[in-house]
């Protein structure tokens, strides 16, 4: 409805134009918007209790704020708190990063191989748990007071008292707890699933000492040295997962008895009884999940609750979400209507409501109000670029728009869902945060940022739409202009691109989704571009899955109708055209280069996919299926084959020890246009893994920045 | 003498100007030289005896010459060998490639896994020997009948009838009879050695477990795989090499009782009594060099026959050449006066004679005179970069010079020494091959090549000489100028450089030491300019040892004094000077550019060494010591302290599995720009070793071009 409107009143839906002098140095570009052109906000807020939140100011200081009066109080302050950790034998912390609320007067905080539950009132440590000096993958459990980790392969306890270890394998190949499962497919980002009353702690054993070892090499040592990881490419052997329960109180772990063939288990979930586990199990196909439970105490296989099937794939991301009013309903996210909805089941697997319902998604359940009648969502019912914050009657299915600024809204509610806090930022806004009560009040405005960039000259930006390749979906592109822009005069074009599922990269938020470097080149004079194709995130399973079994095909023809629409702007240089990306989108960069010679004169791929056979299981088995099972499609997709198509400049860039996207695709195709005949630019990054991160992504940007000032200019 | 004429007629010694209309393609630049534009010369010459000679014709014809009257006659041709070798139940051969006279009427040649004597005058297969499909490392021993092999680590003698192991060594850290032991440094080419009469065969045996293992990658496998090869850097633990004597009658070996400590059997000679071997024994800081004589039936060790010391370094890469007439003397090679010459030696170790003598050197060793009253030797007497063939009296010490015509001669002398074939050519001799008898007088002129290029455009090269930065010592300098040249024109320099020891660039040949790339870059309108500075080949001891704990440092002062002149050059554009180089070039390549970044704008450097540690122990350390013993050199040296002082375009090549500059090298330096933040562009031939090999060195040079005309052209 509100997307009628924004293309009846044509293309262009919001404009940041400055006109002052300062030039973005490279530095702004990679680092500014975290640092000098850094956007106020709110940092680690919390809500102590109903009435209050807190946030911590400049690393130092804990500051509470009443959500109605706006009232402000210093609740801990660095130097004090490191008094009374020194007064305990604890380490001192050198800032506040991160804390949460463990009871109305206690923060719970890491502080290095300890946790720490400090009582605000009382300036003491409540009490701490002794970890170790390696530990990591931390997890508490504020029902009993104890906090999991993992030190190398294995999984410990540590309780008020002592630390004992859950898992002793000796074996490296055997690893327990670690949320580095499946390769965090499936949203999987923790190990260990602590059980509500916390009686009991799944864990994920992972067996992955059948999967290939794939060499890294370590060029820092005197001589250069091994550090292998085990990488299973698609199509091979892959890694066998378990489900470990731990019962505290006896001090016994039982595995559920999951079936020995490969498959995921993908989401865990606890039943509110402790008497029984979910597993989100997915078979290697990836389009079969069966919503599984065990009983914990024999690990029995006890019923398949519900079965979901697509004929390209299924990708279960959530954990059920029971309700606390009714123990035996929960929500369940699920795409099967083609886009992104909760559904309330009952534990016998019985479908009761379709609670949301639409083109358009939820991208976050945040929550039930207190008699559990209505639900509160994040989702881009008003615009794919946009997000707002809904409550949701379950009965009714009737939403109420919580949120009111046009643009990118996220919520952190207090305890009872009377009140949250909404920051948000658009293409206008740079930020702000108010306090907003469960009927959209606003209460309070906490912070009204201004803009970091006044002093700054920064192209004209736009978003806009245009026409998928299938002649229907709209697809949303991001255009920034050179600073000074002249429509008389022909402009080189660098087009960013990602196209992979899972990200977005075009949105309505300060900058409109992109960094500052987009707004370096502008000022450079370059026209920078950026279009989600079909196949990226947020749009529904359909719009995403068009990638299925041919990744980059239907990507490669939006983003030719981008292309488009470039050449029709007499202010577009056809000549000067190039494109630019990472990991997905190197593959994106290195496939525009070789399938559209003519219209790309210079290319930045960065990490680049070159053959999916070359990707991991998870990932790839799940857009491409097994080279086994699709090899026209691996053929098709590959860019081995197709090196000499190549004419234009094509920089590849690869990080040494890149444990993703392994530095064997990049080196095959450099292998291949060499064999080939076929000329095009390397460089590598010693030791950076599949992303150049710290103060080196500044030299990675400024090759990146060169290479186009060397050849597209 | 003859050089102080050459220094009086002036700078130009030579040159080569043509002006023709055709141009070279890249792929003329790199394998022209072999292919298309070869000049004609004769390909697998050998001596059948006194009065005849053979050589092969097109690949599938040995042709008989006589010395005197020329008279030609094919004796073997290759579809006939091939109905032979069917009939004898052995492989057809593709083409005649090499071949031995093994009798008067036999030749012998391997045939893939077959060693066999063919007899040209009965048209049978007089016997062969069957070895192994993965043998290599073949050693035939005439007097015997038997060849020795290797397959992996292990060693095996075939005879006529039967093959059988002479070692079992499981681990394969143990190689046996391989030449590559000591790296293949002191000239080491050979891991068996068969004593005079083939009673006996010593052979190397290598004990390299307990060197580091250098990981390298191998991208072409399913899942990129390790291959690890052993690597000592230098100033770690080296490899430790014993010396096997293999009685062949009674089938057992003895281990020659040499110390424990690290040292290098340098080199092996036989006694002509077969009851005694020696090795030239050197310490591992290579400046003290014993020749020890061992019993070859009980290994003891007997006596050392003499001993060479020097405050830098001792390098015997000769063998004992022992007299036929009087057993116990031999000649030796020694560079004890300051330059490689031949001394007369008697087995007690009493230096009788120097048998040669001046500032120059003894180039080779190529036999005696029938009465071994003169020794023939190549030697550099006439000028440094030319070679001449001399006869010179044992006695007397007087030569006679038997080569006439100005430039490089090599000389193949028949059985009784009283002919041999002179094949030469000169900057302006494209190339001759003649008969020449033992007094330096013409017989026969058999070949006499037109130029091949004269359908090209080719730029004017001259050679001259220049001071070192020394202010007194010559160094010879090849200049190639643009084709087209207009003195009046400002044009760009491409440096040439390698500058290590044990090579010299510019010789008094046709094209003067070069390839045609340099004429194919002097056509896009480039001068092309090499220069032999100090360090390098064939000047003598102390012009090379200049480099000794600091290498490139006396080597880049020598170049600079080449940039000097091309600075005082009219037609220089003194903004465009390039340096170019791999291995040791890639060194100075480097080290110019980070130690003279306001002279070199743009350079390539391929396989450099960046840090002395991380080269071998074997060649690092003679020039370097360890890194232990002269930290201040490796320091000065090294190129990753010096990164930020890097202003130009730099280009670094390397293959990725280079096991000789190790691939850490590079990647370090690249690692070390990042963190620097310093450009620099890099590219990798992934599967290629220290040199990119075959149909790739097309793209290779391309690649190298391409630089140049993007960034200094």
Redesign the interface.
Known sequence: MKKGILLFIGLFISVIAFSQTKQLTIEDAVFGRWYNLKTESLSGVEWRNNQSYTFIEKWSRIVQADAKTNKKDTLVKLEDLNKVLEASSLPKMRYIGSYEWYSNDAISFYDKAYHVVYNITTSKVEFYNTTDDKAENFNFCKENSSVAYTVENNLYIADKSDALFITKDEDKGIVNGNPYTHRQEFGIDQGVFWSPKGSFMAFYRKDETMV????L?D??T?????KNTK?P?AG?TSEQVTLGVYNVQEGETVFMKTKKDDHYLARISWDPSEKFVYIAELNRGQNHMKLNKYDVNSGEFIQTLFEEKHPKYVEPEHDMIFMKTKSNQFLWFSERDGFNHLYLYNTSGKVMKQVTKGNWVVTEFLGFDAKEKNVFIEATKESPIERHIYKVNIKSGKMLQLTKGKGTHSAKFNPSYSYFVDTYSSTTVPGKVNIVDANGKQVNNLVNAANPMTEYKMGEMNIGTLKAADGKTDLYYRMIKPVDFDPNKKYPVVVYVYGGPHAQLVSDTWLGGTGLWDFYMAQKGYIMFTLDNRGSANRGLEFENVIHRQCGQNEMLDQMKGVEYLKSLPYVDQDRIGVDGWSYGGFMTTSLMVNYPETFKVGAAGGPVIDW?YYEVMYGERYMDTPQENPEGYKKTSLLGQADKLKGRLLIIHG?VDGTV???NS??F??E???K?V?L???????HEHNVRG??R??LM??IT?YFD?FLK
């Open positions: 290939a070892d794939y060499p090499v060029v820092d005197r001589i250069a040295s091994l990488y490419m091979e056979k040494t392994v530095w064997q080196l095959s450099v292998k246009c060499v064999s005949g000329q630019d390397y460089f590598v990054y010693p030791g103060r080196d500044v030299h400024q090759k060169q060397d």
